[in-house]
């Protein structure tokens, strides 16, 4: 539907799907960020029909997200960014509904009352308004006012539609485009600010002599030891993180500010472990249950950590939080890679046939599932977390229908 | 906003490339006939492979390595590959352009060059290429190419003879694995490890155990560097002038046999190949049916991601599930549950499997019927087949559409074509092929043309071959067996068939027997090879066959003074003395002796006689002096040793009857027995032989002088 009509957007959404599905975008934080700059431009090529514009966008969102999400399931940050557009639309529509009607907004704040007084505010002002007012309070605030908004979108429409009627319609889902994409734009400075935001909390976590372990490679540990690096000085043990041995590029960036590095294999952790006062790691995905999906070799670090007494804690923005719990089925949690990264092709060729024996095989997972309870500590953009808040967070972050 | 990031774009690709669009040549053809009697009724590029068809492997490789315009040159079965691609997603796909050259007059890859380059200049200027990749549609790989092709260009514009760059891939370096992994001979690659030009490209000698180089070579090189180790994954970055090349040269069939050996024999040109290889990164082609038994394995066990099946990149909606140890399948795949689904498996969409039925290291397509207690292991099924109950398939290929009926067993390496049914308990031997397609008689002369027959899909249905022969396929079975390459000795190297124990062994014991001399050659390879008597070797025997040549003239009437006027003018032409003449006549002579029928030593001995009394007003011709005479001993002997050792006991008898015809002096017998005094033991196998005539000789003599 959205395709036949806008030929340029569905070019643009077949080439994301196909680097998705040649595994030619690497990493969260740039798979996020393509995503919502893809959603923005499917939101903005959508003509909203009169009635019933949020849930046009919606259909239109979901259809694209689908396909994004089928293409690589293992890239969960698709499918949260997908989730976290389709939630803004819901916000979005929720406030002009309830400016429109006249409907105080779910929440009991007195600024509400006032944004409701006054006619002339801007559409942009009265989402944000409405969106702190859906994240503040509960849980059941914020299932509550869902169902009236469906309810209303349809009841309020009079039977005596005149010519300004439409217009006024028309305003309306001007409005709720123009919020919707605006909110867009927030998300997305928020993806993009996540390195500065957590790296601000990092002197509250690193602290003077300390030695640190972390495994392979994550930019926003990098920036966290950067900011940290300026005031105090700490010892880092870079595990490589075979077989990808992002680890030595790490070790190589870290040296570069002048802090002081060590290089160990993954398999001397466990060796190591006891001289190190705190593991700080970055992670692929948060599930819901407060579990990381992270480079393989992660729970071996994570169980180190906890036989040690070691406090393990996981850097993360919040585009990695995902709604999905790890044992849902339809949540595949790894990804093979070639063998070629462990074994060398050439030396190997002739036992993979197996004209002498059984082949051998190679299997090359490239994520590791670390289960809450081996973990002490979330450090988010929105703050420092404990894994069994997550579900909140997901709550705050996500609407229930999308999950 | 749109337009304003289209345009960011556009002017990104500008400045990124100053922007010729990477272009690719795909033959659709391999021009061989190694996939007989498959490809008889569907291009090799359209076989499935793990489900999907070669040529989507290779389209997906290319278009994810960030080719923009692909030329699929189509021949065999052409109406068949261009529809298929029309209909198959490439022709939608963004940023990527497809074009179909069909032509049926092809034979080989040298002419499908050739007519590319005839129409690129008929058609339009637009098309004209730039340095484009030429591979096969049978290529299945994972390489970024962006690099290769940059390393090319910088190459290019500093030396604008450097018009072809080959991807090779180290693997184990012994014969055993070229044999039992892709079933391709041995390859000797001589490289610059500086430059990484490639000086020299071939199989190793195998009667000589050496590899001959010329030794320019050296010259101006620190070294060079011989690999058995390479693997030619037959992917390569060409310049335009390939294209002409291939025009110049309309002789060039193939591109390795006749292109890059002549390149690089060619000094005039001086054109340059070379060498880029890879090390992570999977490449390789499939020619013959053992290939393809790897490849698959390669697929299954995703040497090839992020081409590999669950990740779908063909037309194919189902979306695949992966279980440990390498277990695809397929949505909407039924398995009993009592039938054992090992590793390495893929099952397709629409196939069921009867209970107490055993799968293993196996690719079954889609919508297939397996019955119970069948047993399938290390074989290709593909899409349709019916597997009727207690079957046995071990190591074969099936096509579309085959009925196997229940008790049948298919032993290693057999090959049933599209729709072949093979009877009740009936056994197909090994490395047998089945085809409901009769095979083409020798005289055939259609035979080359039965391919480019536009067989539709069902024609074969239409006529309906039911073989008399039960012999060949069982009762109420249909098929004919294809017997032309079944009786081909080196049957076992190319099947799907695992290679037996034995013919490892042999092979191991043959390379034990080689790697000493593999080391030799590492050691020593400028003085023991390059010497000037190697050099010119070749020219040499291209002599030796023209003076041959001459000589049969000569046997088959043409007048004695013409040949001779011609043996003089190839002793001009290739500069050479008339004891070489009168060595390569000789050689004739004994040739043409060795070439009539005889059975035992004497009977050779008087057929040599024969021929040489007869011929000997001839050879007087050219035996001007005592040296000629001395050379055509050296000559001689030198033949014993080598090609004709059946001459060796005869030699001093030929010495006799030179020496009694008066074509060799009692002076010349002389000098070649006092040079070959100083010679080494082993030298002296012959002179000992002679012993006897040359004290008789000497004996002649003194009685001669006493007489006087």
């Known amino acids: 539907m959205v395709a036949a009509a806008m030929p340029d957007l569905q070019a643009a959404v077949d080439d994301f799907v196909i680097k998705l599905k040649r595994r030619q975008v690497e990493g969260s934080l740039a798979t996020a960020k393509s995503t919502v700059l893809l959603l923005r431009q499917v939101v903005s090529h959508q003509r909203i029909p009169s009635s019933g514009p949020a849930s046009s966008l919606i259909d239109a969102v979901k259809s694209v997200g689908s396909r994004l999400i089928a293409a690589n399931s293992m890239e969960l940050a698709v499918g949260n960014m997908v989730r976290r557009v389709l939630h803004i639309i819901r916000e979005e529509e929720a406030t002009i509904v309830a400016a429109q009607v006249g409907v105080t907004p779910v929440s009991d704040s007195d600024d509400d009352a006032d944004v409701d007084g006054v006619p002339g505010l801007s559409a942009v002002a009265l989402a944000a308004a409405n969106r702190t007012a859906l994240r503040a309070p509960s849980l059941h605030n914020l299932l509550e006012s869902l169902p009236t908004s469906a309810g209303a979108n349809v009841e309020p429409v009079p039977e005596s539609d005149t010519k300004s009627r439409s217009s006024d319609k028309n305003s309306k889902s001007w409005k709720l485009k123009h919020g919707v994409i605006d909110a867009i734009g927030l998300l997305l400075g928020e993806i993009e600010n996540y390195h500065s935001e957590i790296s601000e909390q990092a002197l509250e976590h690193i602290h003077q002599n300390e030695v640190i372990l972390t495994l392979g490679r994550s930019r926003s540990l990098l920036h966290f030891f950067r900011e940290a690096k300026k005031k105090r000085s700490f010892q880092v043990f870079v595990a490589e993180g075979a077989p990808r041995y992002q680890g030595h590029k790490f070790a190589k960036e870290l040296a570069a500010m002048e802090l002081q590095t060590t290089v160990i294999t993954d398999s001397a952790v466990f060796a190591l472990i006891s001289r190190v006062n705190m593991v700080i790691v970055g992670a692929h995905a948060v599930m819901a249950n407060g579990g990381i999906v992270a480079p393989v070799g992660m729970h071996m670090v994570a169980l180190a950590a906890r036989r040690h007494a070691v406090p393990f804690v996981v850097l993360t923005g919040l585009h990695k939080l995902c709604p999905l719990y790890p044992h849902n089925p339809s949540v595949v949690l790894n990804e093979l890679k070639s063998p070629s990264q462990v074994l060398d092709f050439g030396e190997m060729s002739d036992c993979l046939d197996g004209t002498d024996g059984s082949p051998v095989h190679v299997v090359n997972p490239m994520f590791d599932y670390v289960p809450p309870e081996l973990i002490s500590l979330f450090i988010t953009d929105s703050g420092g977390h404990n894994p069994s808040y997550v579900y909140r967070l997901v709550a705050e972050i996500y609407s229930p229908e999308d999950h | ?708």
């Open chain 2, 1 to 708: 906003m749109a337009a304003q990031r289209a345009g960011r774009r556009g002017q990104e690709m500008a400045d990124d490339e100053a922007h010729t669009p990477l272009q690719a040549i795909l033959l659709a053809d391999s021009f061989t006939q190694r996939f007989r009697p498959i490809t008889m009724e569907r291009p090799k590029v359209l076989l499935p492979l793990v489900g999907v068809p070669m040529i989507d492997y290779t389209l997906e490789w290319l278009a994810s390595a960030g080719i923009e315009e692909v030329f699929v040159f189509c021949c065999a079965h052409a109406k068949q590959v261009t529809s298929y691609l029309k209909t198959s997603r490439w022709k939608s796909q963004p940023n990527f352009k497809l074009t179909c050259i069909q032509s049926d007059d092809c034979v080989s890859a040298g002419d499908a060059l050739r007519s590319i380059d005839q129409r690129n200049v008929v058609l339009c200027s637009s098309k004209v290429l730039g340095d484009f990749v030429l591979v096969s549609g049978d290529t299945v790989s994972n390489m970024p190419l962006k690099e290769v092709i940059q390393e090319h260009k910088a190459r290019r514009t500093k030396d604008k003879l450097a018009v072809m760059t080959m991807v090779v891939k180290r693997c184990k370096p012994s014969p055993l694995t070229h044999q039992t992994r892709l079933g391709n001979e041995e390859l000797v690659l001589a490289i610059d490890p500086a430059t990484k030009q490639l000086l020299h490209y071939g199989a190793p000698n195998k009667q000589r155990q050496s590899i001959l180089l010329d030794k320019n070579l050296l010259a101006g090189r620190q070294g060079v560097r011989l690999h058995l180790d390479m693997q030619d994954c037959h992917i390569d970055i060409c310049s335009p002038e390939v294209l002409m090349l291939f025009t110049d040269n309309f002789d060039y069939q193939q591109m390795r046999r006749d292109f890059v050996r002549g390149l690089l024999s060619d000094e005039i040109m001086g054109n340059k190949v070379y060498t880029y290889e890879i090390f992570e990164d999977y490449a390789t082609r499939i020619d013959n049916f053992r290939a393809y038994d790897v490849v698959s394995k390669d697929v299954l066990h995703r040497w090839t991601y992020p081409i590999v099946p669950e990740v779908s990149f063909s037309d194919s909606q189902a979306t695949v599930n992966l279980d440990r140890c390498n277990k695809y399948r397929e949505q909407g795949a039924t398995v009993s549950r009592n039938a054992l689904i090992g590793e390495n498996t893929f099952l397709g969409q629409g196939t069921t499997i009867g209970s107490h039925s055993k799968i293993k290291n196996s690719v079954i397509g889609r919508g297939c019927k397996i019955g119970e207690n069948v047993v399938v292991e290390g074989s290709y099924i593909w899409d349709n087949v019916t597997i009727a109950d207690n079957v046995q398939v071990i190591q074969s290929i099936i096509c579309d559409g085959v009925l196997v009926k229940a008790g049948a067993r298919l032993e290693p390496g057999v090959v049933l074509s599209f729709k072949v049914t093979i009877g009740e308990n009936f056994t197909v031997p090994q490395y047998s092929k089945i085809s409901r397609v009769p095979e083409p008689t020798e005289q055939d002369s259609s035979d080359e043309e039965l391919e480019y027959a536009d067989s539709t899909g069902d024609d074969s249905g239409g006529r309906i071959y039911i073989s008399a022969n039960k012999v060949q396929v069982g009762q109420d079975g249909a098929g004919y067996r294809w017997f032309k390459d079944a009786v081909h000795d080196e049957e076992w190297k190319q099947s799907a068939a695992a290679i037996s124990g034995e013919k490892i062994k042999e092979l191991m014991a043959k390379q034990e027997q080689e790697e000493d001399d593999i080391q030799d050659v590492d050691v020593i390879p400028e003085e023991k090879l390059l010497s000037d008597e190697e050099e010119s070797v070749d020219e040499d025997d291209n002599f030796e066959k023209e003076v041959e040549e001459n000589f049969k003239r000569a046997v088959n009437g043409v007048k004695l003074e013409n040949v001779v006027l011609e043996v003089n003018s190839l002793k001009l032409g290739y500069n050479k003395a008339f004891s070489d003449c009168a060595g390569a006549m000789f050689r004739a002579m004994l040739n043409l002796a060795l070439e009539t029928p005889h059975s035992t030593a004497a009977e050779l001995l008087s057929t040599t006689k024969q021929v040489i009394s007869k011929w000997s007003t001839l050879f007087r011709n050219f035996l001007k002096s005592e040296d000629d005479q001395i050379e055509v001993l050296l000559k001689f002997e030198e033949l014993c040793l080598e090609s004709a050792s059946e001459f060796s006991p005869l030699f001093s008898k030929v010495v006799e009857e030179l020496y009694d015809k008066d074509l060799v002096s009692e002076e010349a017998v002389m000098s070649w027995a006092s040079e070959k005094a100083g010679a080494e033991e082993a030298d002296k196998v012959f002179l000992r032989q002679c012993e006897s005539f040359i004290k008789w000789l000497n004996e002649a003599e003194e009685e001669e002088s006493e007489e006087d």
